[in-house]
């Protein structure tokens, strides 16, 4: 059953996070994490920009996790082989991301990180079952991880794009979580309540600097 008490703290909660990290880091945006004006191959602008609004982000998956963890004291989600898959994956893909801010990691690195994240899920029992055959749906969900983080990453060239097109693909999960979700593990709606108010903190803040 959800409880809609728990989504409101979730969300509220989610934005928050959202709004202090990147009050934060902008404070660091001229020396940190920032693309140059001239580098228009990278980022398709004349200005210099901060890259690290991911960060506020995987703060609120974080966020999520532990605030349930202490309102369902009685639940350990670590012990869920699916859950570890996603918390893995997204701390590597998280890690890779901040790394290509910072650093502008070689193709064949990220690459290789990317189908590393697909590998977590996949191991960990998550795959799209597309074709009913364990490898099929297996190779079909790695391509589909390496497909959808370089997508993201095309679309975070334009400014505000990522973020609107996250949001929205998120708010879709949500429905669909709400409608057909399995009711022993509403931690999975939950957590994803939090990233949908960290983004909705992130764009908020975002658009207001423009």
């Known amino acids: 059953m959800i409880n809609y008490v728990n989504i409101f703290i979730f969300i509220i909660g989610g934005i928050a996070i959202s709004l202090i990290c990147n009050k934060l880091l902008l404070r660091f945006s001229e020396s940190l994490g920032i693309r ?12 210099s920009k901060p890259s690290l609004g991911g ?10 996790t532990f605030l349930y963890l202490m309102l369902e004291p009685d639940i350990n989600i670590f012990g869920n082989i699916e859950f570890l898959g ?14 290509d801010d910072a650093y502008d990691t070689k193709p064949l690195f990220k ?15 998550t ?7 364990e490898l099929a749906d297996g190779i079909t969900t790695i391509v589909w991880v390496v497909i959808l983080m370089n997508s993201l990453n095309m679309l975070d060239n334009m400014d505000g794009i990522t973020g609107t097109t996250v949001l929205f693909a998120l708010l879709a999960c949500l429905v669909s979580a709400m409608l057909v979700g399995n009711p022993g ?26």
């Open 127 to 133: 795959s799209i079952d597309l074709f009913h055959n």
């Open 86 to 99: 996603l918390f893995f994956s997204a701390s590597l893909a998280f890690s890779m991301g901040l790394a």
């Open 185 to 210: 593990q509403m931690y999975w709606l939950y957590i994803l309540v939090a990233v949908i108010g960290s983004i909705l903190g992130f764009s908020a803040l975002q658009y207001k600097s423009f």
């Open 36 to 47: 140059n004006k001239n580098d228009v191959t990278v980022r398709w602008s004349n200005q």
């Open 55 to 64: 960060i506020s982000l995987f703060i609120g998956f974080l966020f999520g």
């Open 111 to 125: 690459l290789f990180i990317q189908i590393s994240c697909g590998l977590f899920l996949v191991f960990s029992g």
